[in-house]
């Protein structure tokens, strides 16, 4: 009879578990990434129009303040975005390490009983392996024992003959 592990069902959902969970930590890792390209792409429109800045008229440089200073306000709120999805991030890692955990602790009782089975298994086998030795060697010395007594008859047989 093969290996049955009692708790299957349990550990499958579990791993169905940890696996949505990682999708979710994937999800909150991307979303830090995008952030940060957010951030990044802010920053080279801030040297794009300090670059500009230098061959603009006068009249502009207060506008070109203004929007800088604009850029530098959206890449503050974008970093406290980042920094949101960061803590986000963590919280999903956290619960990815526990689901881990959990997994874990289950597949090492299925190997635990998986190696008790087999050792039950082993034992059943190596007693019967047993049983049958014992009933080959008792059939063997019953043989053994008739035919003794067969050949002390045909001699005790052969003896009254003599006489």
Not at 133 to 154: F, N, V
């Amino acid at each position: 009879m093969p290996f049955r592990y009692n708790l299957q069902k349990i550990l499958n959902f579990r791993i169905t578990k940890r696996d949505e969970q990682i999708e979710v930590v994937k999800r909150a890792q991307m979303e830090v990434e995008r952030i940060q390209r957010e951030i990044d792409m802010k920053y080279q429109e801030i040297y794009s129009v300090q670059a500009d800045m230098k061959q603009a008229q006068p009249i502009m440089m207060e506008t070109y303040d203004r929007y800088i200073k604009h850029l530098y306000k959206l890449i503050e709120e974008l970093e406290k975005q980042k920094q949101e999805a960061i803590k986000q991030l963590e919280i999903e890692q956290e619960k990815l390490v526990e689901l881990e955990k959990n997994v874990k602790v289950l597949e090492k009782h299925k190997e635990r009983k998986k190696e008790e089975y087999l050792k039950e298994e082993k034992e059943k086998e190596l007693k019967e392996l047993n049983e049958t030795a014992s009933i080959k060697h008792y059939r063997k010395q019953k043989e053994t024992q008739e035919e003794q007594e067969m050949e002390d008859y045909l001699q005790r047989l052969q003896e009254n003959n003599e006489y």
